[in-house]
């Protein structure tokens, strides 16, 4: 709010004083194309004040005021082909003022470097590959084809960088005018990247147009960019004040300029200026620094969640059952799997397939896991190290199946579009919703997991089984099924994972493999057979380890946690909530 | 915490726990138990299940540390030590012996190998690499074979035996070791009766020249062993005295003989 | 479980020597030695004197592939002592290999000199082209082979050891154990990877030109290689078999059955856990150190969890605890894999994972387990047991009911 305050002052101190004119105009005529070649030919003709001891050097040794006489796109094109750089800039800013509707086109052309013309005749064409390797070359300016080229016969506009960034900006200020504001903010940031004290005035005009506040709250941060140059001082300091918490990396990096800039004058107003503009880069350093602590934590908690979900089967298998299971991983893939197929049988419901495929994965993995408590785990309760290898070969043969039945590439899932956008917090921070979804996701599977073994029979049942195995079975519970069933519960949790994941990263034969490790250190950080070590211990690992991902870079950062885990398990052997008692330690 | 024991070491107790406790979650497993073993006594300990009897040997040996009080052993040469700064391996170095309630000897060897472990020294990883036999070291094997009367299952894995012979065997380990001071913890659990009567002279033999502490709820057995008796109930000492006497207290019927 | 001598009971020892000694009621060693003994000598000599058609030439390829092999059994074998008698299982001896491999690499890396591509006398190719300009100091001393050849030892050794010390100490045991291994495996792999580690990154040490002067693609120098594998396979097992015959492989066997039984008894588990998994991780090292050459590559692949896991499976299928049986297991399943990974490429994972549920399911002995239960005719072979479990069947195949071995 005030940062909106603040540069309202700052407009209305400047557009009355400069440029009165131009926002009358502006208040009549309704936003379309032609208003922003008015805009361009307004910024061309120089009369800020700001910009006046630039263009005048480059009027100097330029064939400027030549070139302002003439008024028509086809004249000031062929200029082009003999201009030097200084001059085609010139041509280019003039081609924009014109009100012709191929101006735009033209310049996008220029800028992508598709324009060329022909050595011998100086027509400016587009040209098209053939098939015999030769070009045709069509007209740039009424669209005639003019015949077929070999490829030397043809040259290219050259442009260097400094015409480049100028051109994105002309462009961006032929947009600025566009009806649809997706468009209109990727100009505006255009513009604000590029902004120079020839786009003031289109700027001006640009904000006393727009209706989203947003886009003008980037059409002032340029503007007040722009002022910061100014030889007002009392314009200096609104602009420095507008600045103020303003989160674009140009806002710090011209308020830096300008400090070094104003360094070498030792003049009194500078120098408070000076303070002030370093006042306000250290508010928008905290600003960042904050940003950044709230979008790395955002970023690890979805790692956390991520984490969580791959993890929290495995805290039933192998914390509730004991039963440590190599296949876990594989068990997510399945799910991720199921998620690929459902969307093939359904293609045009992407979002809808998603949600068919939660429960159709928790039933693939977890009947995959009731046949493999059956057929192997069944009998190697007891023999832990044993269970290991076995579940680890099912693994493998897991992998191998889905290799051979997909292929070994990487399968496309698509993304339902709800899970897409983003959620803007300041220009600093933007959140993906996709993570946002899977944040929610975890914590709901996990809340659900916990009412089904607090307040359902067969949590009843799984949790006296595990507790006391002789005296649940001589109480009449089928404690094979039980184990079969939660072994499935684990697994399906497992395949619900894997949907999430589907959406996350790539569906391919090893995506279990990624996972089955950072599972297992959660569960062995958090401590076995508890919920909460489980979330605890997810977030933890989640988070710590996007901390370190800017200090240390992600694999090192990785490194750093897991060699943090290995040492904090010499301290904790058990876990961070570990159960204590004789049962753990038999 | 103050010492009640003289520094002199000749006539002090042998084991001395200085209010103990214990606790699993919450739970008081041991409760500011005290208790004193004077050199070359036999005690029987007695009580309900769940008084905290095992965990008492957890504490002295090292296995749990208490969370609060003291465990003091009168060794031979160090003096008074406080056992709850060692580790299991050390309690047992310093010539404490423990058997535990379930038999657990090493069923992958055979009967002469959990013997030949057991002996006493060579406990240093070197040590063990280069040991031989001597025929000195043999010899005694070959005794604590006869004294527990497995010499012909000598060469027979542990893991045949029968499950009284196993308690044998661990009884015959615990001699191999020379310990100062026996923890036994139900010995005659699974025992005939005849084998029952044998463990007890057993002890009563081993009572000539070791301190025993022996947990047991046979009251035969007990009675075989003609000792002092502690009855311990909810981490605590519930009455101390002959067999005769705590069998009269009141309290020790309501607890526990009475059930 | 083979039956532990005490050696001195027997008057015959003093006759037999040293090694004989070891090796006496040991008929699968004794046979493993000797098979050894005379592959080490026939391959070389029918390699170097044989030419390429006569039907006695064993080709350069088979002897190096042999020779690979038996660096895998050496490996196995590190893991069966540790394993079979301790049952520690590590899931990171791949690690250790790999290190002992890298040891190596880097005095070959150093031997190359002025030969690579950049022709800097001083760096390897990698770090010209990472543009470092001088060596890092883990660097230095490699150029010498005494050095190297002691580093192989060392670098293993030392990780086993600051690693054993934390995890034996805390009690870290039993299936914890297993995952930290891994996640540590795990870790070194994601290290390696990295280019400024300074060990080559993704595509690790290569190009060797020649060990000690001598030239690695020359028949001769394989054929020394080969020789020295076996020697090793066969001191690795002498050693080996010193251990765990000693009253220290009882003590070992004791941890592994009863580890807390073992510390009332008053042996400091931790020590000795500390012991064999330091001896096992510098055999592991001297085996990667001998495949290097060998294969004439490292990179950090070798760290790859799952082929730490894969040395297990060769353990398991020749027979846990028995030592020759990790030797067989090893060759027979590599030897099974470089024929199925060629003829059925598709079809060795699913091998791969069928041999590990089945030798844990029927084979909980191994091979020679197999063997040795089938000759005792005793009937209660696990395989039929199990396979007829809980069936009216089962009495017929068990006089006595099937332990669990872990
Ligand atoms: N490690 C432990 N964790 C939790 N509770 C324990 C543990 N050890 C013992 N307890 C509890 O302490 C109490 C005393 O047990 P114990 O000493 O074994 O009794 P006793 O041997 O006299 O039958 C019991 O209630 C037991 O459940
Ligand atoms: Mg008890």
């Not at chain 3, 026939?42 to 088979?62: A, D, M, Q, R």
């Amino acid at each position: 709010m005030k940062r909106i305050i603040t540069s309202l002052i700052c407009i209305f101190a400047f557009s009355s004083g400069v440029q009165a004119n131009a926002k009358s105009d502006n208040l009549i005529k309704p936003p379309g194309f032609a208003d922003a070649i008015e805009t361009l030919a307004l910024a061309n003709t120089g009369n800020s004040e700001l910009s006046q001891p630039k263009i005048e050097s480059e009027k100097n040794n330029s064939q400027s005021t030549l070139i302002s006489s003439i008024k028509s796109l086809d004249e000031l094109a062929g200029q082009l082909i003999t201009a030097d750089y200084v001059t085609k800039k010139e041509i280019i800013r003039n081609i924009a003022t014109l009100k012709d509707s191929r101006a735009l086109p033209f310049i996008e052309s220029i800028l992508q470097g598709e324009l060329f013309y022909i050595k011998k005749s100086d027509q400016l064409v587009y040209r098209q590959l053939l098939d015999n390797k030769k070009y045709l070359a069509v007209s740039a300016l009424n669209g005639s084809e003019l015949g077929e080229f070999k490829k030397r016969k043809l040259k290219k506009i050259g442009i260097n960088n400094n015409l480049r960034g100028e051109m994105k900006t002309i462009i961006a200020t032929l947009k600025i005018t566009s009806t649809d504001p997706i468009l209109r903010e990727h100009a505006a940031l255009e513009i604000l990247k590029g902004a120079n004290e020839n786009t003031l005035t289109l700027i001006d005009l640009a904000i006393s147009k727009e209706t989203d506040s947003s886009i003008n709250e980037i059409l002032m941060t340029a503007q007040a960019i722009i002022h910061l140059k100014s030889v007002d001082p009392l314009k200096r300091i609104d602009a420095i004040k507008s600045l103020e918490d303003s989160l674009y990396v140009e806002s710090r990096n011209a308020l830096m300029l300008f400090i070094n800039e104003n360094k070498l004058n030792n003049s009194e107003t500078s120098k408070e200026e000076i303070t002030y503009a370093q006042e306000t880069v250290n508010g928008i350093d905290k600003l960042v620094t904050l940003n950044n602590v709230a979008e790395n934590i955002y970023f690890g908690v979805s790692l956390g969640s991520v984490l969580l979900l791959a993890a929290i089967g495995l805290a039933i298998t192998f914390g509730v059952m004991g039963v440590i299971n190599m296949a876990h991983g594989e068990m997510i893939m399945l799910g991720a799997y199921t998620t690929f197929v459902i969307q093939q049988l359904m293609p045009n419901h992407a979002g809808l397939s998603l949600i068919v495929a939660i429960p159709a994965a928790f039933l693939v993995s977890g009947l995959m896991g009731v046949l493999i408590e059956r057929t192997v785990i069944r009998h190697l309760y007891g023999r832990p190290l044993e269970t290991l290898l076995a579940t680890f070969g099912i693994s493998l043969v897991l992998q191998q199946a889905v290799r051979s039945i997909f292929g070994p590439l990487n399968q496309d899932v698509l993304t339902p579009s709800w899970m897409a956008g983003t959620f803007t917090v300041n220009a600093g921070l933007e959140l993906t919703f996709n993570r946002l979804y899977i944040i929610i996701f975890s914590l709901l599977v996990l809340a659900t997991l916990a009412v089904v073994l607090k307040k359902t029979l067969f949590g009843l049942q799984m949790r006296a089984v595990t507790m006391n195995r002789p005296m649940a079975s001589s109480m009449g519970i089928r404690t094979g099924w039980v184990d079969a069933l939660t072994f499935g519960l684990g697994s399906g949790i497992a395949g619900i994972a894997g949907v999430a994941l589907s959406q996350l990263t790539n569906v391919g034969p090893n995506l279990g493999q990624a996972y089955i490790i950072d599972s297992f250190m959660v569960v062995v950080f958090g401590g076995v057979g508890n919920l909460w070590g489980t979330l605890v211990g997810a977030m933890s690992l989640g988070i710590a380890n996007k901390v370190f991902e800017p200090m240390a870079g992600a694999v090192l950062a990785k490194i750093i946690v897991l060699v943090a885990i290995i040492l904090f398990i010499q301290k904790r052997p058990r876990g961070l909530f570990a159960l204590k008692g004789r049962a753990v330690e038999d | 915490m103050s010492l009640a024991i003289p520094k002199h070491l000749e006539n002090a107790p042998i084991l001395y726990l200085d209010g103990v406790s214990v606790s699993f979650d919450g739970f008081k497993a041991l409760n500011n138990l005290s208790l004193c073993i004077e050199p070359g006594e036999m005690r029987a300990i007695i009580g309900p299940n769940g008084a905290g009897k095992t965990t008492m040997m957890d504490v002295i040996t090292g296995k749990t540390r208490p969370d609060t009080g003291t465990v003091l052993f009168n060794h031979k040469e160090l003096n008074e030590l406080d056992l709850t700064q060692y580790d299991e391996a050390e309690v047992a170095n310093l010539g404490v012996g423990r058997k535990f309630q379930k038999p657990s000897v090493i069923e992958t060897l055979t009967v002469f190998e959990n013997l030949e472990l057991a002996q006493k020294g060579g406990r240093g990883v070197w040590q063990a690499l280069m040991h031989t036999l001597t025929n000195e070291k043999k010899q005694k094997i070959q005794n604590t074979l006869e004294l527990i009367a497995l010499q012909d299952k000598a060469q027979d894995l542990a893991a045949n035996l029968s499950h009284g012979q196993k308690q044998w065997l661990e009884i015959g380990m615990l001699i191999s070791q020379e310990p100062e001071l026996l923890l036994i913890d139900e010995p005659a659990a699974g025992m005939t009766d005849e084998e029952t009567m044998k463990t007890a002279e057993l002890f009563k033999t081993l009572a000539k020249n070791h301190s025993l502490v022996v947990v047991e709820h046979d009251m035969d057995f007990i009675a075989a062993l003609d000792c002092k008796v502690t009855v311990l109930n909810e981490g605590s000492v519930l009455a101390e005295g002959s067999l005769a006497s705590v069998q009269k207290n009141q309290q020790v019927i309501d607890v526990y003989l009475g059930r | 479980m083979s039956t532990l001598h005490n050696t001195s009971e027997n008057p015959k020892a003093l006759k037999l020597g040293p090694i004989g000694t070891l090796l006496m009621g040991d008929k699968g060693g004794q046979r493993l030695i000797m098979a050894l003994i005379a592959v080490a000598i026939i391959f070389p000599f029918c390699n170097l004197v044989f030419s390429e058609g006569s039907f006695l030439h064993v080709s350069t390829y088979t002897l190096t592939l042999t020779g690979k092999y038996l660096c895998y059994a050496l490996l196995a074998l590190s893991v069966d002592l540790i394993w079979g008698y301790c049952g520690i299982l590590s899931l990171g001896h791949g690690a250790f290999f790999a290190l002992g491999g890298y040891a190596m690499g880097m005095y070959l890396m150093r031997q190359i000199g002025d030969r690579g591509v950049y022709g800097n006398a001083e760096l390897p190719d990698f770090m010209v082209f990472l543009d470092w300009k001088e060596l890092p100091w883990y660097w230095f001393g490699f150029d010498q082979f005494w050095f190297a050849s002691i580093m192989v030892l060392v670098v293993p050794g030392i990780l086993a050891f600051v690693f054993g010390w934390l995890a034996f100490r805390s009690r870290v045991t039993g299936v914890y154990l297993s995952i930290i291994t891994q996640a540590l495996t795990y870790a070194l792999m994601l290290a390696f990877f990295r280019n400024d580690m300074g060990f080559g990154g993704n595509n690790g040490l290569t190009d060797f030109k020649d060990i000690l002067g001598f030239d690695l693609q020359s028949n001769t120098t394989r054929c020394a290689l080969f020789i020295a594998s076996a020697l090793a396979v066969i001191l690795g097992y002498l050693i080996s078999r010193f251990i765990t015959t000693s009253k220290l492989g009882r003590v070992l066997v004791s941890i592994r059955d009863a580890e807390m039984r073992t510390r009332f008894l008053g042996y400091k588990v931790e020590y000795y856990k500390l012991f064999v998994f330091v001896v096992s991780a510098m055999m592991a090292g001297v085996a990667g150190a001998l495949y290097v050459p060998q294969v004439g590559i490292i990179n950090p692949g070798e760290f790859t969890p799952i082929y730490s896991i894969e040395i297990i499976i060769w353990v398991a299928i020749g027979g846990r605890g028995t030592l020759f049986g990790a030797v067989i297991g090893a060759i027979a399943v590599n030897y099974a894999k470089t024929y199925f990974t060629g003829a059925f490429a598709e079809l060795w994972l699913f091998m791969l994972g069928g041999l590990f549920v089945m030798a844990t399911l029927y084979l909980p002995k191994g091979i020679v387990g197999f063997i040795e239960d089938a000759k005792q005719g005793n009937g209660t072979s696990n395989r039929f047991y199990l396979l007829f479990k809980n069936t009216p069947f089962s009495k017929w195949f068990s006089k006595q009911s099937s332990k669990g071995s872990v």
